[in-house]
């Protein structure tokens, strides 16, 4: 049973960072795309950033590029998504999900992820 939990989440004023974990049972980190999500209130869920397996090729949203980075540690079962420079529109619930289904070239949509966590929340005050 896949089971991925998200912890980092919290309140930090604008231009502040938080970095985000992902911790993964049941799921070997580094085997297939992950990703995280965020869903404002009233708002859709959007794709942030996403990892593929193996060598871990990245790719973002434009509206966080060079601001988020995110990463993987399969020693540690692990991913990770740094947020440095936050804004007040950087505010939502935060999910990280895995695809079984794609490995290196990994979808941005939220349908394309087969496993996810619960969500951590982040508040950016202006």
């Known amino acids: 049973q896949v089971q991925l939990v998200e912890s980092g989440g919290g309140s930090v004023q604008a231009g502040g960072s938080l970095r985000l974990s992902c911790a993964a049972s049941g799921w070997r980190v580094g085997s297939g795309c992950m990703g995280w999500f965020r869903q404002a209130p009233g708002k859709e869920r959007e794709g942030v950033a996403r990892?593929?397996?193996?060598?871990?090729?990245?790719n973002y949203a434009d509206s966080v590029k060079g601001r988020f980075t995110i990463s993987q540690d399969s020693a540690n079962k692990s991913m990770y998504l740094q947020m440095n420079n936050l804004k007040p529109e950087d505010t939502a619930t935060y999910y990280c999900?895995?695809?079984?289904?794609?490995?290196?070239?990994?979808?941005?949509?939220?349908?394309?992820?087969?496993?996810w966590g619960q969500g951590t929340h982040v508040f950016v005050s202006s």
């Open positions: 999900a895995a695809s079984r289904r794609a490995r290196d070239h990994c979808g941005r949509d939220a349908y394309e992820y087969d496993f």
């Open positions: 990892i593929s397996g193996g060598v871990g090729v990245t």
